[in-house]
């Protein structure tokens, strides 16, 4: 039992350790990226840009680099950006990680509960109007670029028709934390979450709904309708049971890289700093500490989220419960 | 007519003897299936006439006078008789900024609006539409010949190779693929990209295309690996082995025809995704770039635009969630015809 956990930690520390590299390499591989000339500036005299180099370290050989930045992020957790003294990488993300976590988790809730309820009624009702209806409908939600959609969320609930009775409820767009007030914590979260989660909703519900349909043919089915059990618990207990398996698998990889940052234009449509924002500001600013950090924030996530997965298979699939 | 196509196509790739005539081959059958669909059909004729109308793009803009690639800022607009510029001054708190004019609801003349550069958003929306369709369709290519040379060379191969190259996918496939796409766009955005004595400028439509086409590589290498491993220890290719047939007229006459359904269903499904990626990439500015148009960038245009112009905005949206819609109906229905078990995900994010 505790094997299998210590191989599963060290694939991830192998993983992490792969990819803390490869960005390293990458960013140092840019030409454009080099970070001395681009921090001492446009114009800078070479030995303004000696030293800067010397200042941030940049003169060491490359591994010295690499294992400095990682005792600086890990050990003594004081990472600086390179555009910004000042700015300290960790607490940085560790105020956007609350933010994403907050948009994402709500939304994982809303696609949740409807992709099940929608997977269900329509292998329920197959092949009848409410079906039809059902997978058009999730068909919409896959086809809307969910930026686009919050976009025009903003557009109704903002401006036009803000003080019309419907939306007078949605607070200014922005985020504020849990602790300072939970209602409006909430509020504010209630459409950035519904407009991320809409496309959710439709692969789940189509997802699960292909995999009941499947799981109705199989003969197992035809046992317990041959014993005599009611319609509805074959659906619920028998074949929605069964079709969890991929959909559990689907959830893992999809939370797990939406917490690490893919919902960044969700958030940047919402004024939100997440993760995602963080990230891609980084991005934009070739600032090697804040991606570094933000991407293995994101990577930790993603691979939790994978081995999470692995293990909630043991629960529900007594198949995979066997020694070794 | 349609029928005899199909069935040559089938033996030009899969060495299937001549049939009687009357009798079906798979590929007709699929074909019949299809045709019979109503919803792919109807989709696949909204796929066209969109497409047609994006490609009649030059003759809009030469028909309506405009050139909606350069900056129109003192242009002038006939609205109810009426000559208005096209980028008012804005009248409310310091009177700073501009206003672009409104959608006039006339073909020809500024039927959108304009933008915040003065420039006919409906004539760089026809624009726009071939470059997000074009990117698309490039970027479907290449992950789909890609993905075959990856995965077919890991599942016919086997061993280290397989290891290697399974290993990799796997890695790739972990990784957030937005921000991926993110990561690369901006980093090749920034400077043109060298490839041996090939350099592909920084607004060239190629840079997208090879973006958005390596990045969904694993989605579709990994099933394509897994069908060519249980199509290799297939009897009918332990058969071939035998009889000393040489590997590579095995995989080319006798693996890859096999896969060929599998790949035909991933075409409209990749390029759905791609869509959305393309468009998501060139909000964030780091897909198409200015003053080129994508339907991406007119949203993007549109956002800032939101509150007071909200059609520059909309327009750019509702053009992707159509054109993806109907590539997604139009999926379902080749993937009914094809390979109606094929556990594909519509819409991977």
Known sequence: MLLPVLKRLGDMVVAMFGISVLVFLIFFAIPGAEPASRIAGRNASPETVAAVRLSFGLDQPLPVQYLIMMKKLFITQDLTSFVNRGYKVIPAV??????????????ALIWIVFGLLIGVLAAAFKNTWIDRLLMVMSLIGISMPAFWLGAVINLFTQSRWHDYWLFSWVPPLGYKPFV??????ALTLVLP?????????GIYGRVLRANIVEAMQEDYIRTARAKGVSESRILIRHA??????????????????LVGGVAVLTEIVFALQGVGKITFDGLLNLDLP??????????LFVVICNALVDMLYILIDPRERTDG | MAETVMTGEMQEGGGVKPRASGAQGPWALAFRKLTADRAAMVALAALILIALICIAAPLYASWSHTDPFRSNLDGQVMVDGKLVAALEQSTEGLGLGYTPVGPTWQLGNYFLGADNQGRDVFARLLYAGRNSLLIASGATLFTLIMATIVGASAGFFGGITDAVISRVLDILWAFPIYLLAICLSVVLINQSMKIGPITIDSGSLLLPIFIIGIVYVPYVARPIRGQVLSLRRSEFVLAAIGLGVPSSRILFRDILPNVLPTLIVFIPIMMAIDMLVEAALSFLSIGVQQPDASWGTIIQDGVGLLYTRPWVALSGGIAIALTVLALNVFGDGVRDALDPKAKLRIGAK
Not at chain 1, 193 to 201: D, K, P, T
Not at chain 1, 290 to 299: D, H, T
């Open chain 1, 94 to 107: 560790m105020n956007a990680a609350p933010i994403t976590l907050s948009l994402v988790a709500g939304a």
């Open chain 1, 290 to 299: 804040v991606i570094m950090a933000a991407v293995l924030y994101s990577a």
């Open chain 1, 180 to 185: 300072e007030s939970p209602k409006l914590w």
């Open chain 1, 240 to 257: 929605l049971r069964t079709s969890l398996i991929s959909v559990v698998t689907l959830f893992g990889l999809d939370f797990g890289q």
């Open chain 1, 193 to 201: 979450c519904f407009s991320l989660a809409v496309g959710y909703i």
